[in-house]
């Protein structure tokens, strides 16, 4: 057996599970250690061999995707600047919300849609989104745009790449390190090159007031 037994995972967990999965990663902020590229990706693999319906799979995943950030969205918007000041713990980190501050530094609005592919960024930029005060009409737009292109682009890679290789599974240990790895490389190059500057977010973002 593989050490990284994700296939056998979605096998398991069935539609509703990966429909769930994504739910919580995109918008739930104990969902950031979910593997959501992963789990796409394989899932599309998987619909390749006829375990689903790649259109049911698309299409469900997308509109958990958009709930998702939406749920985040609403959370942080609700809890405020209060957010900042919960103690780390496993599911809650500060320095997972410094990464966010750095990404909508750099990108602004685009962040939601930009932030789909980056793992952790993903799941906190809605709640960062709601606690900046982001007009709920530009996030939605981002939101929308962003699941549909994660989305589609995980789940019909899969399928695609599926159909095209014999005996995939073969190969689906180094598929996911690979897309691990380049999921995790804007992350580095953000924190590497951060400004010492204090976060001033833009394009509508307003940084959160002290309680």
Not at 16 to 31: K, P, Q, R, T
Not at 34 to 60: E, R, V, W, Y
Request: charged share 15%.
């Amino acid at each position: 057996m593989h050490i990284f037994e994700i296939m056998p995972l979605i096998q398991a967990i069935g539609l509703i599970g990966i429909f769930l999965f994504v739910f919580a990663e995109s918008g739930l902020f104990f969902g950031f250690f979910l593997p959501g590229d992963s789990l796409l990706f394989t899932a599309g693999i998987l619909a390749s061999a006829g375990h689903f319906n790649i259109m049911l799979l698309f299409l469900g995943c997308f509109v958990m995707a958009v709930l998702g950030d939406s749920v985040g969205y609403y959370f942080g918007k609700k809890v405020g600047p209060r957010i900042f000041s919960k103690p780390d713990s496993f599911f809650w980190n500060k320095r997972n919300i410094e990464k966010t501050e750095i990404f909508f530094k750099k990108h602004g609005n685009k962040t939601i849609t930009l932030a789909r592919f980056v793992p952790i960024v993903r799941t906190f930029a809605p709640i960062m989104a709601g606690v900046g005060n982001m007009e709920y009409k530009i996030f939605i737009f981002w939101n929308i745009l962003g699941g549909l292109l994660w989305t589609a682009s995980m789940t019909f890679a899969g399928y695609f790449l599926g159909n095209s290789i014999k005996n995939i599974d073969r190969f689906i240990l180094p598929i996911i390190l690979l897309i691990i790895i380049l999921s995790i490389i804007p992350v580095l190059v953000q924190v590497f090159k951060k400004n010492k500057k204090p976060f001033a977010p833009s394009e509508g973002i307003e940084p959160p007031s002290k309680p």
